[in-house]
Each structure stands twice: as structure tokens, then as C-alpha cells.
């Protein structure tokens, strides 16, 4: 009998959601992956992911060019003030809502990137979710201060 009146619940909220916009779309944008400056260490990526219709987990970030990527919070322990970053499995990202990859926040972690985003200005990502929705994402690449990736540091480096 609850069954029922939930299952009713949740077709009157859809339908309602339908008249008053377009059903939201599960979208990767403004992706950005600012280059190491340091060869070996990791190079940041930040995003906004767009919820879509249902709530959803972003499982796992990849990319061709990589050789690892991971997925990070920025945690700060109330009683020492201390900084740390913290691997996340998965990311919540809630129907409708804009989750913001960002500096200073969560972001994403990129080890080895190769030749070839520096050659091109842009990396291709994948975004996996617990939907099974896969989004190819091409990040713009630049270095820290903002300005394009420099080819030559890769060659020598
Ligand atoms: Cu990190």
C-alpha cells in the first residue's frame, strides 16, 4: 500500500518537473587541467558536473594520456588547522544540481600526462557514472600561470 502511494508520488513530481522545464542533463563542463610545473608531480584538473535526471555517483575519471588519475577532497582537521587531500571512490552528484570540481576543493589528480595534451591544448577525460552514463570530456590543458601548454617541457623534461 506505501509502495503504491510513493510510486504515484514519484510520477506526479516527474510529471510536474516536465511542465515547468527541460529535464535536466548530466554534463561535464568548464574542465580544465592546469600542468605541474614539477615533472614528476601531479597535475590538477577542475569541472563542474550538471546533475541530470536522477542522482547519481561519478565513479571514475580516465584518460588515454595518463597514467593515473584519482579523485581528491581537500579535508582540513579542525583541531590542528592541517591541509590534507583525501582519495574519493565516488562523488554524489544529486539530480539538477551543479557539483564544482574546484581549487581549494575537490578536484581531480592526473599522474603522467604525455605529450600530447601539450601538443594539442586539450586532454580527452572520461567521466564514468553509476549510471553507466560515460561523458568524453576534452579539458582545456594550460600551464599554472594560465597561459598554453608549452611543448618543449615535455620533450626535455
Ligand atoms: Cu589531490
Redesign the pocket.
Known amino acids: 500500500m506505501n509502495r503504491h502511494i510513493c510510486t504515484f508520488s514519484a510520477a506526479v513530481a516527474a510529471l510536474l518537473l516536465g511542465a515547468c522545464g527541460p529535464t535536466p542533463q548530466l554534463k561535464v563542463k568548464e574542465a580544465t587541467l592546469t600542468l605541474s610545473p614539477v615533472d614528476n608531480n601531479?597535475s590538477?584538473m577542475h569541472f563542474n558536473v550538471y546533475g541530470g535526471p536522477e542522482d547519481v555517483y561519478l565513479l571514475r575519471v580516465s584518460s588515454p594520456s595518463a597514467v593515473r588519475v584519482?579523485m581528491?577532497d581537500v579535508t582540513m582537521d579542525a583541531k590542528t588547522g592541517a591541509v590534507a587531500?583525501t582519495p574519493m571512490d565516488r562523488v554524489p552528484i544529486p539530480s539538477g544540481e551543479k557539483v564544482a570540481f574546484k581549487k581549494g576543493g575537490k578536484?581531480v589528480?592526473i599522474w603522467g600526462v604525455n605529450v600530447i595534451p601539450r601538443r594539442l591544448g586539450v586532454i580527452e577525460t572520461e567521466f564514468l557514472f553509476s549510471n553507466n552514463a560515460r561523458i568524453l570530456v576534452r579539458a582545456r590543458v594550460q600551464e599554472i600561470d594560465g597561459s598554453d601548454p608549452d611543448e618543449k617541457k615535455a620533450i626535455d623534461g
Open positions: 601531479p590538477a584519482e581528491h587531500m578536484h589528480m
